[in-house]
């Protein structure tokens, strides 16, 4: 229990930090924008407990999962083991959870299980090469974020297309220099514009939205204007040649049993 409370206050800290609120701001509208274009029936929501991030999204049922304790968490679990059933979801929500979590791809062939087919998932994470990584690597940075591992949008991608994933969109964000100072980051503002043009260089944090992609099953159905039966097999209307050679053997037999009764 007191784990759980330790981690929970190191989250409320991560939150509390002016470079923790700032990349909250850069990532938020991202979520709100993606999932207003996702429809279902099932949101799944995974870490961030202080952010709605399904606020938007048009599907009816929601679930708030959280690693560790948090007031307004529906479920408590780890994210290896999701409670949900197969191809029960169709919308997934995942900021900064490999960064955290023990086995990243299990969590990520996990979110394929529950994942309906051509399901959405979304998923940021700290680039390693950039300031905002090396600064994730040491410090009250990262003692607040929980950040076990950082991995590379390249390495994310190679593990989404084993799965079966297809990332359908990517990009970068958090392009300012990673200092704890809410005045210089608002000063940042020009190194956010200009980072729009850089390709994801200078980006601190990536985003992939994902699709589950299966193969494509026809479903064979009867065709109920074509007879089912073999065409070499069905009677028609014409007779054939060998229908006609037996009809005309049936009828002289007939004929010679005709005589044969005359006659006696």
């Known amino acids: 229990m007191q784990s759980s409370q330790s981690a929970t206050l190191n989250t409320t800290a991560f939150e509390a930090m002016a470079l923790g609120s700032y990349i909250a701001q850069r990532?938020?509208?991202l979520y709100a924008q993606t999932v207003a274009d996702v429809f279902g029936f099932h949101a799944l929501q995974?870490?961030?407990p202080t952010?709605?991030?399904l606020e938007q999204c048009r599907i009816p049922y929601k679930h708030s999962l959280q690693l560790t304790?948090?007031?307004n968490a529906s479920l408590l679990c780890e994210s290896e083991f999701l409670?949900?059933?197969e191809q029960s979801v169709d919308l997934v929500c995942m900021p900064h959870v490999l960064e955290q979590c023990a086995d990243p791809q299990q969590t990520l062939r996990e979110v394929f299980r529950v994942l309906v087919p051509e399901g959405t998932l979304i998923l940021?994470?700290?680039t390693p090469l950039s300031g905002l990584g090396l600064r994730a690597r040491v410090g009250q940075f990262k003692q607040a974020g929980r950040f076990q591992r950082l991995f590379t949008?390249?390495?994310?991608r190679d593990w989404l297309n084993v799965l079966g994933f297809e990332v359908v969109h990517s990009g970068s964000l958090v392009h300012a220099l990673p200092v704890n100072d809410p005045l210089w980051l608002a000063r940042q503002s020009c190194l956010e514009r200009w980072g729009r043009h850089t390709c994801g260089m200078t980006g601190g944090v990536y985003f992939l939205i994902?699709?589950?992609r299966v193969l494509n099953v026809r479903l064979l159905k009867p065709e109920w204007k074509k007879s089912p039966l073999n065409h070499a097999l069905q009677v028609r209307k014409g007779q054939s040649s060998i229908q006609k050679q037996a009809q005309k053997q049936l009828e002289c037999a007939d004929v010679d049993t005709t005589m044969d009764r005359n006659v006696r």
Do not use: M, N, S, Y
Not at 153 to 156: D, E, F, L, Q, T
């Open 210 to 212: 994902a699709k589950k």
């Open 124 to 126: 940021t994470g700290i």
């Open 153 to 156: 949008a390249w390495r994310i």
């Open 69 to 71: 304790a948090a007031p």
């Open 27 to 29: 990532e938020i509208p």
């Open 46 to 48: 995974i870490g961030w």
């Open 51 to 53: 952010h709605d991030l």
């Open 83 to 85: 409670p949900f059933a």
